[in-house]
């Protein structure tokens, strides 16, 4: 399933378009906020298909019978890029377990890349709901690596793969090879076209150098 | 319209849990940070009604077509119990205008009580979008006073009044008070009682003092 | 005492060159949390004079002799400009208690203005230290009523007064009215010159309304 | 040289406190913000021993002689554990570049372990001022590895290492290894002792697993 957040109504859309306007993205403090409101946004979003479970609270005054997430979350992203989304699912699922996995392009001399990943910390994910983010979705080459990776020993019930921009091909790349009952992807935006390069226009840039400047 | 969100499946329903909890409370900072992360989800579904226009975007990359923010947004609070919801919906529209107001209840020795409005600072309303929070609707009579000296002298398009928690009376006492085409209720958990000293059943107790301390 | 913070060379110079620049005060959530960081770096090199006690604590491993803070701190603030200082130094201080004042300046057609106290909301003071603080010290005066208000059933320790910018004649107004062995004063900057409307200049406008909007 | 903040009095000590409280630690919220404290509070001690120039900067009514940020801040951090301090350090410097690298611990069957290093993320450091975080120094070796692999190919100014909580036998390992004019070490704490497993004693545990949970 797709959730395409841009074509419902609301204060995404606002962050969405300060995170695309070179105007804007000269203050990377704004950049990085942005990016943090949008994964909270999206972790609320997610929390009303998760489950509860009512139990009594003591109050000072009486109790109280309070509905209490049930649902174990673990939030992953990919570095660097992902982190400030990350930061943000972070604030509203503060209890959370999380996951760290790096993934990069490795370019060629001729000018094509392959994805290599390096860094994966994470936790056992059976049954767990698991969000993982990256703030764009190119050709959907990378978030799919790191999607096998994290559930090889380990299957969560339910995997959210959350993006700010995403590409209708990096979205295609996904449902295509992942079963609709394993995975939900969601995005702020979907723009149509990827470059030869792998960008998404008009996106946004590089999120990576965006949010932490350019890597040597 | 009342929107209460405890009737709703989110997140929200753990932060109202841990508002409650007698054993979570002497916690300051995390009392303050779910009356905040209160705010910000309330502020997060009130921009699901809000105005946007298309505007043409350029990017490093292009030219991208996005919905901005047209309405114009006043959040307010009622001092000192409001901060922390109004801090919340502050971070999500950061670019709005705010009003601060001072009530509070003046008690008499026979045990009653009337509201007294002391400090108002607030902006132009007409036509924009009010927001006007206190984390307890009690007797909804601070709430009715406060809102009607907001609106003296200028009319907003629209007010939406929030809670955390509110008493089914307070909810009734505005609805009966205020039509329904100006104000909307939303609050995260409504309850039934209300004791004689206008105190909420469950309830959390008194949300000024657990966020900021005893006053004199 | 008066602590000069400009005199030191730190990134809180960094902050104040924003929070003056017309170009960078269109952003009011860049405005807010640049005061916010100013009240963290005041609050924490007024740690470095409180009192601590050493006790010891178990750790997964062991157990660590720490010093913990042995103060009681009482955070307080002028509405309305105040709050964003305030959400600082509650940020290190974060089990700190709070007190609100408002306090306006009421304009007489003459031009000329008198300072009115509204709201106060406070805790018992005695023997606490206070940090009180307004981001604009201009002629001192209505600091100078809050702290004589604040102090009237129970008196501090000692109160720290806490400002971004200050006028000389402010500071000086502050000197002769308290006592030194009560009060000191801090400034991230201290200016020169004082309008016959009580602006500072250079200064950086209104603190308000930048903060916040303009009222009506 | 060794900057040792525990013999400082400040409210450092009170955060590391409860970082280092058994009871406190079950707050991962609390943990996580404790950490960004640290960070943010040391990069704040960082700061004085900066370089700024002097700017004019037009106020709204008129113009001010700042000292604004001249060195280039590089905030670096080693994963997972480092990246609540990172955040502390980069709410700080908000402009700053960013730098990320994965070290980890290669346990071998022997219960012997070496320091791999994976994903690394950096800009040019040439004459910046780069400060490189992890919460805990134990042992030493997998920092001075993060520390000369940053460095290969371009040569900061000044390496500003910080830690929530280091060893004795890891300061003395980096004083050893690199020279005192290429590197200050911070740290909020040094405990004596070192486990064979190289825990720190009586140190906080795991930060990695306190601050995100286990790892698999």
Do not use: C, F
């Given at each position: 399933m797709v959730r395409n957040l841009s074509s419902e109504i609301s204060i995404l859309n606002q962050y969405v378009s300060e995170l695309r306007n070179v105007k804007v993205q000269n203050d990377r403090w704004r950049f990085r906020?942005?990016?943090?409101?949008?994964?909270?946004?999206?972790?609320?979003?997610?929390?009303?298909q998760l489950e509860y479970e009512i139990n009594p609270i003591e109050t000072p005054l009486g109790v109280a019978q309070c509905n209490q997430l049930?649902?174990?979350?673990?939030?992953?992203?990919?570095?660097?890029?992902?982190?400030?989304?990350h930061n943000g699912l972070l604030s509203v699922f503060d209890h959370a377990e999380n996951a760290f996995i790096s993934a990069y392009r490795k370019h060629e001399k001729d000018g094509s890349f392959k994805i290599k990943l390096e860094y994966v910390s994470k936790p056992d994910l059976t049954d767990k709901i698991l969000l993982l983010c990256d703030p764009m979705l190119a050709t959907g080459a990378s978030m799919?690596?790191?999607?096998?990776?994290?559930?090889?020993?380990?299957?969560?019930?339910?995997?959210?793969?959350?993006?700010?921009?995403?590409s209708s091909e990096g979205v295609n790349y996904l449902e295509r090879n992942f079963s609709k009952s394993d995975i939900?992807?969601?995005?702020?935006?979907?723009?149509?076209?990827?470059?030869?390069?792998?960008?998404?226009?008009?996106g946004l840039g590089d999120a990576g150098d965006l949010a932490f400047g350019k890597k040597l």
């Open positions: 906020k942005n990016l943090e409101r949008i994964g909270a946004v999206m972790a609320y979003e997610i929390s009303k049930k649902s174990n979350v673990v939030v992953a992203s990919i570095m660097r890029a992902g982190i400030p989304m799919g690596l790191t999607y096998k990776t994290l559930i090889e020993e380990s299957k969560p019930k339910h995997t959210h793969i959350l993006s700010a921009i995403a939900t992807i969601w995005s702020a935006a979907i723009d149509d076209e990827l470059t030869a390069q792998a960008y998404i226009v008009p």
